[in-house]
């Protein structure tokens, strides 16, 4: 927790400092305790006034924080840090920090493959962007001796004919860390081109039961994302092919339908051609999750296949 840590809170800016055994605007920690290892609650002493504050350590790069404002009690009372937390409510709306000195973590976790997406700015437009080059790319590099390829991923936007708000541009983004609240799949990003502190930090929500929608906050928040469908900005995303990938090499044999069946995949959809397998299976009513597989080998009985779907390759 040590560091320095962005926030907009309020609607500003905020620099928050944590040393050993202060936090800035809060004075000294005179109370820990400790719930789980990445969630504690510290009570702290700025002369007459007292603060509670309680963290969810997200990843190394982000911090959420709820706390109560200056409570002060009679001269030599010294309250518990239950007392002084009791009045701060769970449900109050958790405050992100972005560390300023962050460490960019693997994307795999978070967000990997390419997809076409179209997308909408509920604050700006009330129509959908599709463009066919509008694109996500977060791709894994093995064996890349430069690690911080595989810490990256890029956005590329494309304008629409008839929405004015659209744009062209690319956005390059360091990942900062994943995590899970419920269903919500979080993750943070940084973009590596802007100078601008409110305009760099980021978070995007993904959800285990819907493959097909990403939500993005535009402003350095992560509390504002409750759902990917009903985000600030909006992702709707479908699987996209990397250049010289989308041409099989070889021919895929039918009784691989027959191995399909084998390994569980009997409630699904499935068609093979010389070269693709298309499974479309269906885990709720109104919604299904497409998955194609490119033959790109063969040797004897054996298939080397690339997968594509809402995850990417």
């Excluded at 309250?79 to 958790?94: F, G, I, K």
């Excluded at 001796?145 to 004919?161: M, V």
């Excluded at 339908?257 to 959809?269: K, M, N, P, S, W």
């Amino acid at each position: 927790m040590r560091g320095t840590w962005f926030s907009f809170e309020g609607g500003s800016n905020t620099i928050t400092d944590i040393d050993d055994t202060s936090m800035s605007q809060h004075g000294s920690c005179v109370a820990l305790q400790v719930h789980r290892s990445d969630y504690k609650a510290l009570l702290f002493k700025d002369n007459e006034c007292y603060y509670c504050v309680r963290f969810h350590i997200r990843t190394v790069n982000i911090l959420q924080k709820t706390a109560t404002g200056c409570n002060t009690y009679p001269p030599l009372y010294k309250p518990s840090l239950e007392e002084a937390c009791a009045e701060l409510d769970r449900e109050t709306r958790l405050v992100t920090m972005f560390n300023e000195n962050y460490r960019p973590k693997n994307c795999r976790s978070a967000i990997e493959g390419v997809w076409q997406f179209a997308y909408q700015n509920r604050f700006s437009f009330t129509g959908e962007c599709s463009h066919p080059e509008a694109i996500i790319r977060s791709c894994q590099e093995p064996g890349n001796q430069f690690l911080i390829a595989n810490q990256k991923f890029n956005l590329t936007f494309k304008k629409c004919e008839g929405i004015k708000e659209s744009f062209d541009g690319t956005r390059e983004f360091s990942c900062l860390g994943d995590w899970f609240v419920g269903k919500n799949h979080y993750f943070a990003a940084a973009n590596t081109k802007e100078s601008r502190k409110d305009e760099k930090y980021r978070c995007f929500v993904r959800n285990r039961d819907d493959d097909i929608y990403m939500g993005h906050s535009i402003t350095p928040e992560c509390s504002v994302l409750k759902t990917p469908e009903n985000s600030p900005f909006r992702f709707r995303m479908t699987p996209g092919n990397q250049a010289g990938d989308s041409h099989s090499r070889v021919s895929a044999a039918q009784k691989l339908l027959r191995r399909l069946g084998e390994h569980g995949h009997t409630e699904a959809d499935v068609m093979i051609n010389q070269t693709h397998i298309i499974e479309t299976t269906y885990p709720d009513i109104g919604r299904y999750r497409r998955t194609i597989y490119v033959c790109r080998e063969q040797r004897d009985n054996r298939y080397m296949m690339a997968r594509l779907n809402i995850d990417g390759w």
